[in-house]
C-alpha cells in the first residue's frame, strides 16, 4: 500500500527504475498511481532513467527479430542469455588471443518470444518492422498501412493514410524518430517526383500529415529505410545532375536537409547501403559479392574522418543490429547472427531456437511512451 509519509522524489526514483510490466501491474494499486505511470512527466523520467543508467539501459533493451515470413515478430533478451550461459559468457570475458580466431560453438540456444499482440492487433499477417524508437515499433503492412506498437503496454495506434499526391511519384522511403526540440514523434516519407524529391510529415501530437514544399534534386534507386542518427533521418541517394552518390540527412527538428559527404576514396556508393555502427554512420557493401571491410564515420559530418574497418568475416550482406556487449558487437551476416569482437577479430555464432535465419533485427527498448499520445516526452 502507498505510505503517505514517504518522500515524493524518493518515491518517484524508485519507481523509474523498475520495468514496464512491474509498473503497468502497479496501477491497480491506487488511482494516484494509475495516474502517475501515465502521467507525460513520469513517462519522460523512466526512459530517461534507462539513458542514464547503463544497467538499467541493458535491462530493458530487447533485440527484435521477424521471421522469414514476415509474419510474426519476436522478442529476446539477449542480454539475460548471455549472463546465464556460461559458454558464451565465458568467452565474452576471454582474453584475446591471436591464435584463437573464431569460436563457432552454438549448442546452446538463446529462446525467444512471440509478440503475438502486435499481430491480433494488426488485422493482417504479413507485417513488417520498419522502425524502433523509445520503445516504439513503426510497423508496415503490405497494403502500406502503418502502426504503431509499445510491446511492453500492448498499445498501438493506426496512423492515418499518407496523403495521396496529384503528381506521379515513383518511389516511397520512410524514416521515424523523436524531435527532441518539441518532444514529438515524427514518421517522414520520401517521395520521389520528376526532378527531385519531396518530404511529406506526421507528427503524434497533432495526428496528421503535413507536406513540406521545397523540392530537393535527389533520388533513389533503392527502397531502404532511414537511418535515425544525430537528430536526423539518413538516406544514401543519388543527385538529380550526374547522378553521384551522396547521403542526405533530413534534420527533425529543423525540418531542413543537409548533405553528409562520402569518403573521398569512395567515388561511387552504388552497391552501399546507410547503418549505424557504435553510433557512427557506415556505409557497407551489398552488390552480392564477398567483402571484408566497410566504412565508419568517426566524427560526425568531417568527410576526413571516414575510416575503413577490417573484418575477419567475409561477407556479402552485413547489417549492424546497433546491440553491443564487452568488446563485441552482435552482427547479422545475411541473415545469421554473431558476437564479433573487432579488436581480436574472434566470433561466435548465437543461435536462436527455432528459427535458422532472423530478418528485421534491431535493439527495441521497453518503454512506458503511449502510441495513442505525446506530450512531455511520452
Not at 512491474?22 to 488511482?31: A, G, I, N, Y
Not at 495516474?35 to 507525460?40: H, Y
Not at 502500406?144 to 495521396?164: C, G, H, Q
Amino acid at each position: 500500500m502507498e505510505n503517505p509519509n514517504f518522500p515524493t522524489d524518493i518515491m518517484l526514483d524508485i519507481l523509474s527504475r523498475l520495468p514496464v510490466k512491474s509498473l503497468c501491474r502497479f496501477r491497480c494499486v491506487s488511482k494516484s498511481w494509475r495516474s502517475l505511470v501515465t502521467d507525460p512527466d513520469f513517462v519522460k523520467i523512466h526512459l530517461n532513467k534507462a539513458f542514464e543508467n547503463v544497467e538499467i539501459f541493458h535491462q530493458r533493451r530487447r533485440l527484435m527479430f521477424s521471421d522469414g515470413s514476415h509474419r510474426s515478430l519476436y522478442s529476446l533478451d539477449l542480454d539475460e542469455f548471455l549472463n546465464h550461459n556460461d559458454a558464451v559468457h565465458n568467452y565474452l570475458d576471454e582474453k584475446e588471443n591471436d591464435n584463437d580466431i573464431n569460436t563457432n560453438d552454438d549448442d546452446d540456444e538463446a529462446v525467444a518470444t512471440e509478440l503475438d499482440y502486435i499481430y491480433s492487433e494488426i488485422p493482417n499477417n504479413w507485417v513488417f518492422m520498419v522502425f524502433h524508437c523509445n520503445g516504439l515499433l513503426l510497423c508496415q503492412l503490405y497494403n502500406w498501412e502503418f502502426y504503431l506498437v509499445n510491446p511492453a503496454t500492448r498499445k498501438s495506434k493506426k496512423l492515418p493514410d499518407i496523403p495521396s499526391s496529384s503528381i506521379a511519384y515513383y518511389f516511397d522511403l520512410f524514416g521515424f524518430g523523436f524531435d527532441h526540440s518539441t518532444d514529438d514523434y515524427k514518421m517522414v516519407d520520401l517521395r520521389y517526383l520528376k526532378g527531385g524529391i519531396m518530404f511529406i510529415v506526421y507528427t503524434l501530437k497533432t495526428g496528421s500529415w503535413r507536406e513540406i514544399q521545397r523540392r530537393y534534386p535527389y533520388k533513389s534507386d533503392l527502397m531502404l529505410h532511414g537511418i535515425l542518427l544525430s537528430g536526423g533521418l539518413h538516406w544514401l541517394v543519388n543527385r538529380v545532375r550526374g547522378s553521384s552518390s551522396v547521403i542526405i540527412s533530413f534534420d527533425l527538428a529543423e525540418e531542413h536537409v543537409q548533405e553528409i559527404p562520402l569518403p573521398c576514396d569512395l567515388v561511387d556508393a552504388k552497391g552501399y547501403i546507410v547503418g549505424v555502427f557504435r553510433q557512427m554512420l557506415c556505409l557497407t557493401r551489398c552488390d552480392g559479392q564477398t567483402h571484408n571491410e566497410f566504412w565508419i564515420m568517426k566524427e560526425y559530418g568531417v568527410r576526413e574522418s571516414w575510416t575503413k574497418v577490417r573484418i575477419s568475416m567475409p561477407y556479402s550482406l552485413l547489417l549492424h543490429s546497433g546491440f553491443k556487449r564487452k568488446n563485441h558487437d552482435l552482427l547479422v551476416f545475411k541473415d545469421r547472427l554473431f558476437m564479433y569482437n573487432f579488436n581480436g577479430e574472434r566470433f561466435r555464432k548465437l543461435s536462436v531456437s527455432g528459427f535458422p535465419i532472423v530478418t528485421e533485427v534491431g535493439i527495441y527498448l521497453e518503454s512506458l511512451v503511449s502510441p495513442n499520445s505525446c506530450s512531455g516526452g511520452c
